[in-house]
């Protein structure tokens, strides 16, 4: 991934993509023992960072391919960034998500204008399913993280983090990543390495899902045994893709594993004193901020909120257990 | 108020209060029935509006006055408004509150380092603590919003909703301010009045506390008879003030009055589609976008998000019961 390619991208979002500010409160600080930044990408259209991948997938697209269509896998996040991105450039998006996904994900990809296939994941195969829609109507696959046109995408968040931390002064932080397949954290880790040198990426977990933490302690992929019964459902893949995995092993610091209690407690927080509306997984970075500061070095912490799209009645268990 | 200074304000304020975007979603859209924009000014530093006033004000003090220390009687935003502005300046700031406010905002109002003097309400006279401490030792009072300095502090949320407005070519719409003594109100009513003339201020109040449209409609101040029972306890005076109450009927289209029931849905709505906090009477504004919209003219809505600052009890129920 050259950084002129995520240079252009963000030339492709400026006006569609929402440019987020790094927010800030003297409370976390002192819970951290040093400065906290946060990026809100739960502000993000959809909210959660993933528009910035898609639509600047569907940007790059060449007009008569993407007139045929797009077509993506998910249950959460990434529909949503490909229906809406679909929708502004009216053509037609096949979102194939697990017949058990929550009704709420499901009615959102809808109400932005996607066709929702749902299959049964116990007895249907997903990837053929979505071979013969694509074979039929000459839809093209919109990967979530493992396409140097996502990789970009989210890299323009780290640009973003450049320029911010620039105008506050800031020339060397840790910059904390929650990660899933890795879309996000190389993104943001090439743009960093190019922009500000001084800003190290740690890519974040939650505990038992750590697979990127390991493959960089095992100087190679490692992959994660369970792939359910995670709260922090958003960030929960396999293994590091093909082209992610190398990006971060070049470029990130150690990973850091959050326990779940610490998600929750770090959404509370976030409520209490930024105002904002975090899902799980897009707290772990926040989360490792605030109570891991013994993995961290430096005296400024820049954490990635990455997605806000979590049901009501979790947040409030959340706020019951620890607002 | 003049346009100048408002922009001076501005200039003080550079670099201090936070930049606050205009949000939006088409979910929001589809139940307004309009185009609608969100100015999160919960995302403000101390989770309120109340920071640019209290910081303008301090700035623009005399050092060998402003070195002496300030004082202000607030059981809520203004309180924490002060006394972040006056940490950054180093200087005292005594607030006096009411003994049974709220434990968090107590705390929040000394954690910032403000000196905390608490009354009773029902034996001891609030105006008599604050003259006698500030004639012992030399504090000046900074007004929660009847006075210039605070009222154009609070106005360049008006100056940024032009500009935003200007970018995204929005010349006509309606702009809902949370009102209560009239200091957001009337301060970007007058920002507006000279930098958007299309954009038309309406102040937005809950039902039973509606001082400020019964004023309009009757051309001259109206009180509250009740000051205390509602869950918009950051919106809740007796009247209008003597500055802000000729600029509000001079720039202002009428009020919109909501239900507290209306305010806890907009809580809700901001929590699913913006995933931003509102407290209740920061919520009042977008209420009446969503829910009063035969009460506006034209295809664009900007509602202020005033304030964040709500208990998570509170918050929690709001989920309950429209989550």
Redesign the interface.
């Known amino acids: 991934m050259k950084i002129e390619t995520i240079r252009e991208a963000a030339g492709r979002l400026a006006g569609h993509a ?2 987020t ?1 790094l ?1 800030s409160s ?2 976390l600080d ?1 819970i951290a023992g040093r400065r906290v930044l946060v990026k ?1 990408e ?2 993000q259209h959809t ?1 959660s960072f993933k528009y910035r991948g898609a639509r600047n997938t569907l940007a790059a697209m060449a007009p008569e391919r993407r007139a045929r269509g797009v077509i993506a896998f998910s249950s959460g996040n990434h529909a949503q960034g490909v229906a ?1 991105s679909a929708r502004e450039f009216g053509v037609p998006a096949v979102i194939i998500m697990p017949s058990d996904a929550p009704a709420l994900k499901i009615a ?1 990809t809808r ?2 204008g996607a066709e929702v296939v749902l299959y049964d994941r116990a007895s249907e195969d997903r990837d053929e399913i979505g071979a013969r829609l694509a074979g039929a109507r000459g839809l093209t696959l919109v990967r979530p993280f493992d396409e140097p046109l996502v990789i970009a995408g989210q890299g323009t968040v780290g640009l973003e983090i450049a320029e911010d931390a620039a105008a506050l002064g800031l020339d060397a932080a840790a910059v904390l990543v929650p990660c899933g397949g890795g879309g996000l954290t190389s993104g943001i880790a090439t743009a960093l390495a190019a922009e500000a040198p001084g800003l190290r990426v740690h890519p974040v977990e939650p505990e038992g899902f750590d697979d990127v933490k390991r493959s960089l302690i095992a100087g190679e992929i490692q992959r994660n045994t369970r792939l359910s019964g995670s709260i922090c459902d958003a960030i929960i893949t396999p293994a590091p893709g093909d082209l992610t995995w190398p990006i971060i092993r070049r470029l990130c610091g150690a990973g850091i594993a959050v326990s779940e209690d610490e998600a929750l407690m770090a959404m ?1 927080a976030a ?2 004193r ?5 899902e799980p997984g897009g707290a772990v970075a926040l989360a490792a901020a605030l109570y891991h500061g013994s993995e961290i070095e430096g005296e400024a912490v820049i954490a990635v909120a990455s997605g ?1 799209n979590v049901d ?2 979790l ?2 268990m959340a ?2 257990r620890f ?1």
Not at 274 to 278: A, E, H, Q, S, W
């Open positions: 929402r440019r500010p927010l003297p409370f002192e809100p739960c502000l909210g809406l959102n109400a932005l509370a409520f209490t930024l105002k904002i509306v975090i806000g009501a009645a947040f409030r706020l019951e607002g």
